[in-house]
């Protein structure tokens, strides 16, 4: 449990709904009382709306405020526009302020079974925008784990590194204009 003396972070967590979604309600019934989560719920957008305005609804109404965005990476996650456009928001000014980025490699990730080993994920395999942060240093990918205190530190490192990294936010790329696979 989060003593009254520990900050309880602003974190919004992004993930593709289909796949990763009870890795979601794990994640929120394991650290929910570490931070204050937030997620774009299903039906809370409706997409049929043009890219620009769910756009700005996922910058106004969710990232706007969040400290930390949490990517939870699976399988199909780097694939993702929605996911994308949430990291965007997150890394760019306008958005409120930037928020700090970490990644968690979920047990769904192909690559997770390599966690004990030295090889590594494939980088096509993660979301681009969250990889091109990793390279610069800006943002840092884990094995998905149950450990608190781990969790505690991951986030508590992401949102330092909004003030001493600031300088290696990297969301240069272009926004994706479409999923790239289903």
């Not at 009870?22 to 997620?39: P, S, T, V």
């Not at 966690?115 to 390279?135: A, C, G, T």
Request: aromatic share 14%.
């Amino acid at each position: 449990m989060a003593t009254n003396s520990e900050v309880k972070h602003n974190v919004f967590l992004s993930f593709y709904h289909a796949d990763d979604e009870g890795y979601r309600e794990r994640f929120e019934e394991l650290f929910g009382d570490l931070c204050i989560n937030r997620w774009v719920h299903p039906g809370d957008i409706n997409t049929e709306n043009s890219d620009d305005y769910v756009k700005s609804l996922i910058r106004r109404d969710y990232i706007r405020g969040s400290s930390v965005v949490v990517v939870l990476v699976g399988a199909k996650t780097y694939c993702r526009k929605h996911v994308d456009w949430e990291m965007y928001a997150g890394l760019d000014e306008a958005a409120d302020g930037y928020s700090g980025l970490l990644g968690l490699m979920l047990p769904t990730h192909p690559s997770y079974r390599n966690r004990y080993s030295n090889r590594k994920y494939k980088p096509e395999s993660v979301p681009r925008r969250l990889m091109d942060n990793i390279s610069s240093e800006y943002a840092n990918f884990y094995y998905w784990t149950t450990d608190r205190d781990e969790v505690k530190k991951y986030i508590r490192h992401a949102f330092e590194a909004r003030i001493s990294k600031r300088d290696k936010i990297d969301n240069t790329k272009l926004q994706m204009q479409r999923n790239i696979c289903y």
